[in-house]
């Protein structure tokens, strides 16, 4: 390498190098707060090492909002969603990607028309019809909505458009039934795009936020972002605890990211770029 | 050989259930809404009553012009961030995949959680204050004053997505051809000048798409503000999602806050032709 070479070389990971910190200090605050006492977070000079508190604070998050049952709640809530929606979503990418029949282009248009409405013109509606059901602050409330995923959908039939007609026309003569075509032939040369997709909708629901403030009503049924914001609301708010939750809402996250990197990025991005 | 016509229908049905029950249902619902305002508790057709408000409505109109200062200035500054990253990325030799990840670490963590991080980090004595009067600057109102709670969801959300909008970029770049660089640089045009004339350009579908995603999560933008500044000071940060919420929510004017929702719904269109059209036009 040249000299010049190797001074814009160094120059160009000199600064992505400032920007990885600047990305991951945020990080390691949550860290440094989460494990010290509430006042560390405002100490002159700044508390730049991990203390020791983290169990104690999390133990104190537990006796203000119940941290295990919000726990218990997201998981719950998130995974039922994801195992639910991919089901449903896969079945009618399906659906749309290998069959021919009458009104099909028209119904996947209104599919992805919905995309662009926002959720907040079904919250109001989906508040009522939840409210006049009985069925505010009950888990199907938290579950139900978006289950039917647009952009699920969309994603599985791109995905299932690639899977050759002739595979399943010698499977349809070898006399395997629709349903076996599907989960025999279909699904597991899909993974790739299931588990991207199957990220998409845990991250969504996992992250959601408007709709738990409004459908969740007592702290037992809060999900996690729910009771962060809760406790912040406070007027009196301890750090420590606060980032306690933050970090156990956002560190589980981080190692699943760390170890599914490639699958993560596909999912969150969700198809928009192909690796 | 044919399958029967009620095979698609079935792998249909739970999907066309539920989302007319949980989507297209109350997508309907809530524009009927809007043209109605709640008598002692029953709901009654208003006509246009609703859209008639909004015009005289001082919060609202605080609502769209925080909404907007936001989008104009925060979507731009974000989008160049990760045209720049992802060209420095594309360019170093070394440690890439290291940088990719802390790069996107940011887009795997909660509205919430990050919004709680940012508003202590941006606190009076907070660690960001202390950093600045460390290096010998004034330290910034960011909660407490207009412009500067603003500048903090900005702070916040660039943080946020920056890395989200970089590794899009950086994959489209593998296709752009190495030659374009290669007759820019004969041409003598230095590295900062092939960004702004090759890589640019190239990328203007990828910008188009990047900045109407940006756009519609701009327009709906409602966890970061309701967490990190609550809106305030006085209103500073009050976006039209938050207000749709507390109309809806705290006042329980579902009327009006459909008719909130159905400002939202215009204005995402709208935006999104306007940016197709904008961009169209020169033939790319």
């Known amino acids: 390498m040249t000299l010049k070479r190797r001074i814009s070389q160094f120059g160009v990971h000199a600064l992505l190098a400032i920007g990885a910190a600047v990305s991951l200090f945020p990080f390691y605050w949550a860290v440094i707060a989460a494990t010290n006492e509430s006042g560390k977070v405002f100490a002159k000079p700044p508390q730049l090492l991990p203390g020791s508190r983290f169990v104690e604070n999390v133990v104190n998050l537990h006796h203000s909002i119940g941290i295990g049952r919000v726990l218990f709640n997201s998981l719950l809530v998130v995974s039922v969603y994801t195992a639910l929606s991919l089901s449903v979503c896969t079945m009618a990418g399906y659906a749309f990607a290998k069959f021919r029949f009458r009104g099909r282009d028209a119904l996947f248009a209104v599919f992805l028309v919905s995309m662009m409405v926002p959720f907040h013109a079904m919250v109001i509606p989906l508040f009522k019809m939840m409210a006049a059901w009985d069925w505010l602050n009950t888990y199907q409330a938290l ?59 845990f991250m969504y629901q996992w992250n959601n936020f408007l709709w738990p403030l409004v459908a969740a009503q007592t702290k037992e049924m809060y999900t996690l972002p729910v009771a962060l914001s809760s406790l912040f609301g406070l007027s009196r708010i301890d750090y420590g605890q606060v980032m306690a939750g933050v970090t156990l809402a956002t560190g589980p996250i981080i190692v699943f990211f760390l170890l599914l990197q490639r699958h993560f990025i596909s999912g969150i991005l969700g198809g928009a770029v192909k690796e | 050989m044919r399958t029967k016509t009620y095979v698609p229908l079935l792998f249909l049905t739970p999907a066309i259930a539920l989302f007319a029950v949980f989507t297209v249902f109350p997508i309907v619902y809530s524009f009927l809404l809007s043209f109605q305002t709640s008598v002692g508790g029953e709901m009654v057709f208003a006509g246009l009553d609703n859209y008639r408000r909004l015009f005289g409505d001082q919060i609202f109109r605080t609502a769209l012009f925080n909404t907007f200062v936001i989008l104009v200035i925060q979507v731009p500054i974000m989008l160049f961030l990760a045209l720049v990253l992802a060209s420095l990325l594309h360019a170093a ?186 961009t169209g036009r020169d033939g790319t």
Not at chain 2, 137 to 161: D, E, G, N, Q, Y
Not at chain 2, 194 to 221: A, C, D, E, N
């Open chain 2, 93 to 278: 030799k070394r440690a890439r995949a290291l940088f990719r990840v802390s790069f996107f670490m940011p887009a795997v963590t909660s509205l919430v959680a990050y919004s709680i991080i940012f508003s202590i980090m941006l606190m009076g004595d907070g660690v960001v204050n202390q950093f600045l009067q460390a290096v010998g600057l004034k330290s910034v109102p960011w909660l407490s004053h207009p412009w500067w709670a603003k500048a903090a969801l900005i702070l916040a959300m660039t943080w946020r997505w920056t890395g989200y909008n970089m590794i899009i970029y950086l994959a489209a770049m593998q296709n752009i051809p190495e030659s374009l660089y290669e007759a820019a640089s004969m041409d003598g045009a230095g590295k900062i000048r092939q960004f702004f004339t090759v890589t640019i350009p190239q990328l203007k579908p990828v910008i188009l798409f990047t900045t109407i995603l940006s756009t519609i999560g701009t327009l709906q933008l409602f966890d970061e503000p309701y967490t990190l500044t609550k809106g305030g000071p006085s209103d500073a940060t009050l976006t039209i999602g938050m207000y749709l919420y507390q109309t809806g929510f705290r006042y329980f004017d579902f009327g009006y806050a459909s008719t909130l929702a159905y400002v939202i719904v215009v204005l995402i269109a709208a935006l999104s032709f306007l940016q197709f059209k904008i």
């Open chain 1, 143 to 201: 579950i139900l909505p978006n289950v039917a995923y647009p952009f699920a959908i969309f994603l599985m039939r791109q995905n299932m458009l690639a899977v050759p007609d002739a595979i399943m026309e010698a499977g349809r003569i070898d006399g395997v039934s629709e349903w076996g075509l599907f989960t025999r032939i279909v699904l597991p040369s899909m993974r790739p795009a299931l588990a991207a997709t199957a990220i998409y909708l």
